[in-house]
């Protein structure tokens, strides 16, 4: 089976081993290649929408105005509190329930399902960064 997982470009294959263990082995595959057999249903313009939304929640209102509080977002303090992995679950649930509901069947709406799903998988601890990746701004 293949599966896009992790960090693209890559494309993740696994298959069970006789110890009904899972082998995987990484490849690289081209993100823009026309005849790629990966973007069937568009999901390389998908993916660089999601790309393109998830960037510009960092220089969002929702970020501190201060040049030492710039890089710190609200979900930051939530997970300070442990608070984060619930608020992006109830989100989820939020903006696909209200898709179609409100302003019709708003791109924005999914574009922050999945962007609450990506940090959902991020606070769940399926991805893991020292300090909450903080760091990586300073």
């Known amino acids: 089976m293949t599966f896009i997982m992790d960090e693209y470009p890559y494309e993740f294959n696994f298959s069970l081993n006789s110890n009904d263990k899972i082998d995987t082995k990484n490849q690289t595959v081209s993100m823009t290649e026309p005849t790629n057999h990966l973007w069937k249903y568009n999901e390389d313009k998908i993916l660089k929408d999601i790309q393109d939304y998830v960037t ?8 501190g105005q201060e040049s030492s509080y710039k890089d710190i977002q609200t979900i930051d ?16 649930l939020k903006y696909g329930s209200r898709y179609g509901q409100k302003d019709g069947r708003n791109k924005i709406d999914l574009l922050k399902v999945i962007h609450y799903a990506m940090l959902l ?13 903080l760091t990586e701004f300073r």
């Open 121 to 133: 998988l991020h606070f769940d601890g399926h991805y893991n960064r020292t300090n909450n990746g």
């Open 77 to 92: 303090l939530m997970a300070a509190k442990e608070l984060a992995a619930n608020f992006c679950q109830a989100n989820i």
């Open 56 to 63: 510009g929640t960092y220089k969002s209102h929702y970020c």
